[in-house]
Structure formats: structure tokens, C-alpha cells
């Protein structure tokens, strides 16, 4: 196989650990994501550079509003600042969520808009202008998406989840729509029907079990199917089907918001963190099959009511979002909250959680400390280093109120790695790809993926914090390929791999 090539961008950081997370309030062009009941959900963001400079800009849905394009123009290691460059193509309404992906492998990031009604397919022409692309998926209300490439094809394999059927008129309750999957063919694409469908609200592609095939998780919101749902995973073999109790998938029953995966205790296979109205999910798989258990109480991810204020009404936990924001080497919890409109059973003044990781595997709320604990409807988020030093920086799109962007302003922080996967011919960005970073005491391991999330998702460089370590060995497994050799990288740099 071919060996991967290194190129560096360097950019230098501190070495000592900050104790507590600070983030400073970013003025940015007004966006508020609004509209009635279908828009209660959704309220998606995308992350990606559109225009080749390596600040990404944002992409927000904007419900009843059209989407919005934040352009970056922050300066290197300097203040986080956007200008609104918003396209012609985005003169759309009804969109409630967002995601970058190379479709057309012309190494140009697209955008998939999900929407209320006919889903849009925005082509991506270089510097941040995009015209429509030929895709259609049909009339649905459209609340999840994600891809993958699958073994022998030029073209992505895409899923699309969808929420209550609009044309049912026996809905809402217990009328949710199917899921689609879009195969490539030789010429087009194929459409496989995932039934039963549950009102899907997060889907991702994911390699759980680190065997090459990426599987389809989708997290259902309870409050449409009321009774005979649950999650799902889908085995994507020629014809889907769900993994089953016999195979070890214990059954699930949640308002399920959300979906991200990552590696926290380093034991090479991924927990899985579902948010959700109460409790929010986070499971260790245990077994050698598609089993998954909530971990302890005691460890502090459940994240189930306020924790300031007197509102004791449980929380409601949209997108999830892993990342190490002081570079210590342990990956937080960034949680968007926010009640669904006037839901009397749950908070309505519900921060945002920053969930901070100790050395002993747990985790301590930060959000009013580290000043992001908004109580706005929060909907999709990301943490994401928007300035290039090394720090990962905070947006969260708000329903009903402006959309919002935090600083990290933290001092003292640690090492740091970034590592940007690029290859050429079919799937530019490496959608499937798996990078390992050696510290010396533990591997970092990630996936690359598209979906999860709540409506939108990151396509850009992984981040790794690396505490006080100068020196990391580091690794990729590209798509359905071997592992590269390990090779030996500096910290507090922006490393692009080709394959």
C-alpha cells in the first residue's frame, strides 16, 4: 500500500496544564434558526473550509430563515472574528440541518442541507460559492444524515433519517416515516428502505467493532413512536438489517437527540454517548458483540437537570460534541441544551454543559466557570479550533434566539496535534479512516466520519491534546487499507496526511 507523505504546518503552543477552561463571548453576524413546529428540532451546523485558507467557516440552518455562511477572518493565534458571506444557493427555506461532504470527489467540500420537504444538494465551486446539484430524496421532513464509502465504490453510500410522516393523518404520534439509505451504483444510485422507521433525530455511520464495515446507528426520539421503537443498528450488509438480541444489542428506549462516539478510556474500542431529554447517555460495549452498557452513575455524564439556577425540571441534551479544550490529554464533553419550545415537564432555563475529565475516569461540570453555560434553546454545536492556536473554540446555533460563538481563552494549556487526512481520486477527506496518535503512555485513536451530531457535523483536522508530551508517533489506517507505519511528529502543528 501506499505509505503516507507529511507536510507541517507549525504552529507553537504551551506546555503547562490549565486548571480551569476559560471562553470569552465572540461578537458574530445575527442568525437565529426559527419556525413552528417543525422546527422544534434541527437547527444544524456545519464546520469546513470553503474557501482553501484553513479557517473553517460556518454554515447554520435557519428553519423558517434561510441558512446563513459565516466567513472566517480571524487571524492566526489571534481574535476569532466572521464576516457574512452568504450565497445565492442558500435562498432556500425549511432547512433545519447541515453537513460538508466531498460528493462529487473534485476534493471541493458540498454541503447536504436537510429540510422540511425536498432535501438540497449544494455543489461546492471553491471560495465559499456553492449552485445546486442534481440528488433528489424525495418530500419528507428530514432530521439526520450520514455517509460512508463502502468497499469498491467512487461514490458515497448516504442515509438519510426522517422524522414524523407530514402526510399521515393519523399523526404525529406514532406516525413516523422510514429511512432511506442511497447505495451507488454503476450509473446512479439505488434507494434501500430502513423499516421500521422511529423518528430518527441522529444517525451515523460508524466501524464500532474496528472491522473495515461502517454500521448504521440511528438514535429515535421516543416522544413520536411512544411505544414499539427503540435504537437501532443497522448491519449493513447487501440488504440492511438490525443487529439483534441474539447478537448481544440490548434494547434501548430513549428521546434520543443526538449521537458521538470516541475512545475515552483508551481501551481501543469506542463508548457511545447518546443525548436526550433526562439522562444523558453515555455506554461502554461490553462483550465481543453489539452490546452496550451505561456507565456508572458516579462517573457525571448523565447531565439530568440544571446545575445552576432553580429550575430542577430535567434537562434536554441536543448535540454532543467530544474534545480536549485545555490539552491535557483527556477529551471533555461540550452538551448543547435547551428545552424543545415550552415542554412543562422539562427546565427551561438549562445551560449548556462543559463536562470536564479528571484523571480518575470521571468528569466535573465547568459550564458556568468556564463561561459558556447559555441558557438558550441550543440546538447543533461544535468545538473547533477556529483561530489555529491549538485551542478548540465553541459555536452553538440557538433556536429562537442568536446564534453564538466562544473564544477559548484558557492559559496554561497543554501540547497539542491536529492531524488533516487528504488522498486523491474517490473520497477526498478520508470519510472511514482511522488515526492513531502514540503519546508514549496511551494511543489516541479516531474515526473520520460524516453524521451524528444534531443536524451537522465537522469535516477538518482532528484534534489530539497532548498534555506536557513533545513527541508523538503517528499512524493511519486509510479506508478498507492496512495501517501506515508509524511515524514520529512533532506537537503544536497542523500535520496534513496523503495517502
Not at 406516525?175 to 444510485?189: F, G, I, K
Not at 437527540?257 to 443525548?275: K, P, Y
Not at 513533545?470 to 496526511?497: F, I, K, M, N, Y
Request: hydrophobic fraction near 40%; charged fraction near 25%.
Amino acid at each position: 500500500m501506499h505509505k503516507p507523505l507529511l507536510c507541517a504546518i507549525v504552529l507553537m503552543g504551551q506546555s503547562a496544564l490549565a486548571d480551569t477552561p476559560l471562553f470569552q463571548p465572540v461578537k458574530v453576524p445575527h442568525h437565529v434558526y426559527d419556525g413552528g413546529w417543525e422546527h422544534f428540532v434541527g437547527g444544524g451546523l456545519a464546520v469546513f473550509d470553503c474557501d482553501d485558507d484553513t479557517r473553517p467557516e460556518l454554515v447554520a440552518a435557519g428553519g423558517s430563515n434561510r441558512p446563513i455562511l459565516l466567513r472566517n477572518t480571524s487571524t492566526p493565534s489571534g481574535a476569532v472574528q466572521f464576516e457574512e458571506a452568504t450565497p445565492q444557493a442558500f435562498d432556500l427555506t425549511g432547512s433545519v440541518g447541515v453537513y460538508p461532504i466531498d460528493m462529487d470527489n473534485d476534493g471541493l467540500l458540498d454541503l447536504v442541507v436537510l429540510r422540511v420537504g425536498p432535501d438540497a444538494v449544494l455543489k461546492g465551486l471553491g471560495n465559499c460559492d456553492f449552485e445546486p446539484m442534481a440528488f433528489e430524496t424525495g418530500d419528507h421532513w428530514s432530521t439526520a444524515f450520514s455517509a460512508t464509502w463502502e468497499e469498491g465504490q467512487s461514490l458515497p453510500t448516504l442515509a438519510f433519517g426522517h422524522y414524523v410522516d407530514r402526510s399521515d393523518p393519523d399523526g404525529p404520534f406514532e406516525a413516523c416515516d422510514v429511512n432511506h439509505l442511497w447505495r451507488p451504483t454503476a450509473s446512479d444510485y439505488v434507494r434501500q428502505d430502513l423499516a421500521p422507521g422511529h423518528c430518527a433525530l441522529s444517525i451515523l455511520f460508524t466501524d464500532w467493532d474496528r472491522t473495515g464495515r461502517a454500521d448504521l446507528r440511528v438514535s429515535n426520539d421516543r416522544h413520536y413512536y411512544v411505544r414499539d421503537g427503540e435504537e437501532q443498528l443497522w448491519a449493513m450488509e447487501p440488504i440492511p438489517r438490525l443487529y439483534t438480541e441474539d447478537e448481544g444489542w440490548a434494547r434501548h428506549m430513549l428521546w434520543g437527540m443526538g449521537i458521538a462516539t470516541r475512545d475515552l478510556d483508551r481501551d481501543g474500542r469506542d463508548e457511545v454517548f447518546l443525548s436526550s431529554m433526562g439522562d444523558q447517555r453515555l455506554m461502554r460495549r461490553t462483550g465481543d458483540g453489539p452490546a452496550f452498557s451505561d456507565v456508572p452513575f458516579a462517573t457525571g455524564t448523565a447531565a439530568q437537570r440544571p446545575y445552576i439556577g432553580d429550575d430542577g425540571r430535567p434537562s434536554t441534551g441536543w448535540h454532543i460534541a467530544f474534545g480536549d479544550v485545555n490539552n491535557d490529554r483527556r477529551d471533555d464533553v461540550f452538551i448543547a441544551k435547551g428545552n424543545v419550545q415550552q415542554m412543562p415537564g422539562n427546565a427551561m432555563e438549562d445551560p449548556n454543559n462543559l463536562l470536564m475529565s479528571q484523571d480518575d475516569g470521571r468528569f466535573v461540570e465547568a459550564g458556568d466557570v468556564a463561561g459558556i453555560a447559555s441558557v438558550h434553546r441550543g440546538r447543533g454545536a461544535a468545538l473547533v479550533d477556529l483561530n489555529a492556536d491549538g485551542l478548540l473554540d465553541l459555536v452553538v446555533v440557538n433556536r429562537r434566539a442568536p446564534l453564538e460563538v466562544w473564544q477559548n481563552a484558557s492559559t496554561g494549556t497543554g501540547h497539542w496535534l491536529s492531524v488533516d487526512l487528504r488522498r486523491a481520486g474517490a473520497n477526498t477527506h478520508g470519510v472511514g479512516a482511522w488515526v492513531e496518535v502514540d503519546d508514549g503512555t496511551s494511543v489516541q485513536a479516531r474515526e473520520i466520519t460524516v453524521g451524528g451530531g444534531h443536524a451537522g457535523g465537522v469535516a477538518g483536522p482532528q484534534h489530539f491534546g497532548l498534555g506536557d508530551v513533545e513527541t508523538v508517533r503517528l499512524r493511519v489506517r486509510w479506508p478498507h487499507a492496512d495501517w501506515s507505519d508509524w511515524r514520529d511528529v512533532g506537537v503544536d502543528q497542523v500535520v496534513v496526511v496523503n495517502e
